[in-house]
């Protein structure tokens, strides 16, 4: 029997993380969105696809949650994105309610499901779901840290010249201004990047511009659409982390987890490294950062925390 995957969330995430899905043919898809007519459009049109692309997956919209149940995964993107000039902050009040009506459609009729969040801001609406589902919390994450590696690994290609299979390195922390370029474990065909900079083949300047750029992808991307925000890479990461969940590959990803107690962070949601297989988030990886590395990223924690503050004053409940 095929995996069922639902997505919440029928937009310009959901509807690329359905096309995704289908071409792959990782399992049948349930496209849900409280605007029924989009997640039935949809589904139909990438079903008529199905003759071209060769998948015989089953995949339908609704807007009831009954038909959701027994997901195996279940990815959300339901909720505002962002407009010119917003932060991801800025969606805080108006996502939380979509949240809580989410958490509230999945937790008894898929209680066993692996659960991605993508809406924003992420690392506090991925908590907030935790909070409001009571679903285990290694089976509830968030993508943002392959998406947020991903720009710096593509920016970094584009500069070196040098194929993005070549570069290894990943982002940590926040999915906000404050995440943090791992850049001493950043590798280019397996050399440090730090030996590069030495040889004079870029210059530490570059690479702050990198990063910088890297910390406003998402708004680069906004400015651009002037309607909505990214959709194509954001689609590929949650994808990224479902097949690493369904095909119980282990694959080490940074993803927006439960820390407690690890890189001295307790109770809250933030990337970091984890394994993601059959049993959801099965470990936290602890990465030795340097001094720099650990005040950055605790100021990333920092910035998490004050926004689930601000989330907490708008609803006591969490
Ligand atoms: N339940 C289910 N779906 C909802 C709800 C809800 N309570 N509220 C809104 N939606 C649906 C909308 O009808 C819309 O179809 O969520 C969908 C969101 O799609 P888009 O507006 O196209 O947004 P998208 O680009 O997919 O981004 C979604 O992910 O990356 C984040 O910042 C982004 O928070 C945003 C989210």
Redesign the pocket.
């Known amino acids: 029997m095929n995996k069922k995957i639902t997505l919440?969330?029928?937009?310009?995430?959901?509807g690329t993380l359905a096309h995704l899905i289908a071409t792959k043919k990782i399992g049948d898809v349930v496209l849900?969105?409280?605007?029924e007519g989009?997640a039935k459009g949809k589904a139909l049109d990438i079903a008529q696809s199905s003759p071209i692309e060769n998948f015989d997956i089953n995949i339908t919209g609704t807007s009831k949650y009954s038909d959701t149940k027994d997901s195996d995964v279940i990815i959300i993107?339901?909720?505002?994105?962002?407009k010119p000039g917003m932060t991801?902050d800025d969606?805080l009040e108006i996502?939380l309610k979509?949240i809580k009506?989410?958490a509230n459609g999945i937790k008894d009729t898929s209680p066993n499901a692996f659960v991605i969040c993508?809406?924003?801001p992420l690392d506090v609406i991925v908590m907030a779901l935790q909070k409001y589902s009571g679903l285990p919390k290694n089976k509830v994450v968030g993508m943002a840290g392959i998406l947020d590696s991903s720009r710096f690994i593509y920016f970094l290609s584009q500069e070196l010249k040098i194929s993005v299979s070549k570069i290894k390195s990943l982002v940590l922390g926040g999915h906000g201004d404050t995440m943090v370029a791992m850049v001493n474990h950043t590798f280019i065909n397996g050399t440090p990047i730090k030996e590069l900079i030495k040889a004079g083949k870029i210059s530490e300047k570059r690479i702050i511009e990198i990063i910088n750029r890297t910390k406003t992808g998402g708004a680069e991307i906004v400015k651009y659409l002037e309607k909505?925000?990214a959709?194509y890479a954001?689609a590929s990461s949650g994808i990224e982390m479902a097949e690493s969940y369904l095909k119980d590959q282990k694959k080490e990803l940074p993803c927006a987890a439960y820390i407690n107690g690890e890189y001295d962070v307790k109770d809250i949601y933030a990337g970091v490294p984890v394994i993601i297989g059959k049993n959801g988030v099965e470990k936290i990886i602890e990465l030795k950062l340097n001094k720099d590395e650990k005040e950055n990223f605790s100021k990333s924690i920092n910035a998490v925390k004050e926004l689930f503050n601000a989330a907490k004053k708008i609803d006591p409940s969490l």
Do not use: C, H, K
Not at 8 to 14: E, V
Not at 32 to 35: G, K, P, Y
């Open positions: 919440i969330g029928a937009g310009q995430i959901g849900f969105d409280v605007a989009i993107t339901a909720g505002v994105p962002r991801r969606l996502n979509i009506q989410v993508i809406t924003n909505g925000s959709f954001p």
